[in-house]
């Protein structure tokens, strides 16, 4: 398996400067070497971005990219 691309993330609330951005990903969905046109296996990856402001200590999700 090798990196064929990333799409761009686009976050619902704008992130301040000084906030603590977290990003976390999962595998959601694979395919086998053998099912795709190129012989490669591919793995599609959901990454979440948590916002942290770090006066108040709120942290919520600025987005959810599949």
């Known amino acids: ?3 064929l691309s ?3 993330i686009t976050f619902r609330l ?8 977290r990003l976390s990903s999962k595998i959601v969905h694979t395919t086998s070497p053998h ?3 190129d012989g490669e296996a591919k ?3 959901m ?3 948590e ?3 770090v006066e108040t ?3 919520c999700i600025h987005n959810l990219k599949h």
């Open 43 to 45: 793995a599609h990856i």
């Open 57 to 59: 200590g709120v942290s």
């Open 35 to 37: 099912s795709e046109v």
């Open 51 to 53: 916002v942290e402001e």
């Open 6 to 8: 990333l799409d761009q």
């Open 14 to 21: 704008p992130v301040h400067i000084g906030a603590v951005l």
């Open 47 to 49: 990454v979440r971005a």
């Open 1 to 3: 398996m090798r990196f």
